[in-house]
Every structure is written in structure tokens, then in C-alpha cells.
């Protein structure tokens, strides 16, 4: 599975973006995918997921402001930022698996297949 993630961008505190993981090589049917950030100096931290149900999972911080969504017809996965707030500025990848574990959604090493990263930059 070939990953491609897009949609990053400058935006002012308290505004949106949508970022897209498109997939190629394989349909995302039977895959979980996740969407995590990285700053510098810290660890990639898990930002939300969907797995192949359609069951989704949000980190605390990110809850209520971002919505996952997959389409399987276009084997896309969207990730909606509302709301954003300077903290949420970080480097976006998203990532598959097709084996996750209960409650490893959030851990980096869950995940086989990763998407080069999209820059997300909240600022005014």
C-alpha cells in the first residue's frame, strides 16, 4: 500500500483545513488507518483512526474538533481539523495497517505502511 497525504497548510487559530491520505497499490477496505503529528523534539503522537469497521478513535486533545472519514470508492481517508488552535501545528502523517490491535491505535509501531508527511501551521 502506497500512502500519499496532502492538505496541510497556514491557517489562522480557530480555523480548518482537511487533510486527504489517498492510497494506492491496495483498496483501504481491510486496512486501519491513522492519522498522527510530529514536533520537534517529541514523539509522534496519535491523532485519530479508522479502522476497517468504520469505528474511530480520537486522541483527548483533538476530540470534537476533528472528524475521520473514509471513502471507499475513491479509497481516501479525510481527516477535518476544525477549530484549530496553535498546538495543533505539526508535521500530519497517516498511516495503515491491516492488523490492529484492541486499544493500539494510537501507538506508531501498529502501523506497516506510512504516507510522506503534510505540514499543518496554526498561526496568525
Known amino acids: 500500500v502506497q500512502l500519499q497525504a496532502s492538505g496541510g497548510g497556514l491557517v489562522q487559530p480557530g480555523g480548518s483545513l482537511r487533510l486527504s491520505c489517498a492510497a494506492s497499490g491496495s483498496t483501504l477496505d481491510y486496512y486501519a488507518v491513522g492519522w498522527f503529528r510530529r514536533t520537534p523534539g517529541k514523539e509522534r503522537e496519535g491523532v485519530s483512526c479508522?479502522?476497517?469497521?468504520?469505528?474511530?478513535f480520537y486522541a483527548d486533545s483533538v476530540k470534537g474538533r476533528f472528524t475521520i472519514s473514509k471513502d471507499n470508492a475513491k479509497n481516501i481517508v479525510y481527516l477535518q481539523m476544525n477549530s484549530l488552535r496553535p498546538e495543533d501545528t505539526a508535521v500530519y502523517y497517516c498511516?495503515?495497517?491491516?492488523?490492529?490491535?484492541?486499544?493500539?491505535?494510537?501507538?506508531?509501531?501498529?502501523?506497516?505502511?506510512w504516507g510522506q508527511g503534510t505540514l499543518v501551521t496554526v498561526s496568525s
Open positions: 479508522i479502522d476497517s469497521g468504520h469505528e474511530t
Open positions: 498511516a495503515a495497517t491491516g492488523i490492529l490491535t484492541e486499544g493500539g491505535w494510537g501507538n506508531p509501531h501498529e502501523y506497516t505502511y
